[in-house]
C-alpha cells in the first residue's frame, strides 16, 4: 500500500510540474526532460488543463531550444536581468559559488530540480515587469552557467553588484547598468556588443 501511496504522489508531482512548465510556455521537448512524460501526454495534458481552464493566452513554442549566449548580451536590460535570476539560480540552490566559479546543484529529471527553476523564474517575474527573459532562455542560462564555458558571474567594478560575464570576450569591469548610467543606453549597448565581437 505504501508504495502504491508512494507512486501516487511521484506521479501527482510530475504532472503537477509539467502543468507549472506549461504555463510559463517551455516547449515540449524542456517538459519532457524535467518531467520523463512522453509528448503525447504533454499535448493531452495541454489540451485537457490548459485549454479548459481559459488559458488561452498560453502558446505552445516550436523548434529548436535558445543555444546563443549572445542573447544575453544584446541589450543592457537583457544583461541586467540575466544577471538577477543568476543570482535567483544561486538562491534557489541550482548553482553553488565557490573560488573555482559556479557549480550545478540540479539534476535534470529530478523534479525537486525542476520545481526549484520554476521557483526561480517565477521569483523573476515578480521582480520585473515586463520580463524579457523566456523560461526557455532562463533554462539555457542555467545550463550556460554550469557548463563554465561561455559564460560566468562576477562583481562590477564600481557597483559591486553582480553581472554577467561572457569569458569568452574581452575583459570587462562594469555591469551594464553602470555603462549604461555613463553613456547613456545606446552606448551600453554598442560597448555590449563590441566586447563579444572583440572575443578572441
Keep these: 500500500m505504501r508504495i502504491s501511496d508512494d507512486r501516487y504522489t511521484r506521479d ?3 504532472l503537477d510540474l509539467a502543468l507549472r512548465l506549461i ?4 516547449r515540449t521537448y524542456t517538459i519532457r526532460q524535467w518531467t520523463g512524460l512522453s509528448d503525447d501526454r504533454i499535448r493531452k495534458l495541454y489540451r485537457s488543463y490548459v485549454m479548459s481552464h481559459g488559458a488561452r493566452g498560453v502558446h505552445r513554442h516550436r523548434g529548436k531550444s535558445p543555444r546563443q549566449v549572445a542573447y544575453f548580451f544584446r541589450h543592457p536590460d537583457v544583461n541586467f536581468q540575466a544577471a538577477q535570476l543568476a543570482s535567483l539560480f544561486v538562491v534557489c540552490g541550482l548553482l553553488f559559488g565557490n573560488a573555482a566559479g559556479l557549480e550545478p546543484h540540479y539534476r535534470v529529471g529530478s523534479l525537486e530540480s ?3 527553476l520554476c521557483q526561480a523564474f517565477e521569483a523573476y517575474l515578480e521582480l520585473h515587469s515586463p520580463a524579457v527573459i523566456s523560461f526557455e532562455h532562463a533554462w539555457f542560462l542555467l ?18 553588484g553582480l553581472m554577467l560575464k561572457d569569458l569568452l570576450a574581452r575583459r570587462t569591469v562594469s555591469c551594464a547598468s553602470c555603462v549604461s548610467a555613463f553613456v547613456g543606453p545606446l552606448a ?13
Design 12 to 14: 501527482r508531482l510530475r
Design 23 to 26: 504555463r510559463h510556455e517551455a
Design 114 to 116: 525542476g520545481t526549484l
Design 143 to 160: 545550463l550556460a552557467l554550469s557548463r563554465r564555458e561561455e559564460l560566468g558571474i562576477s562583481r562590477c567594478g564600481n557597483c559591486g
Design 188 to 200: 551600453a549597448r554598442s560597448a555590449l556588443l563590441e566586447s563579444r565581437h572583440g572575443a578572441t
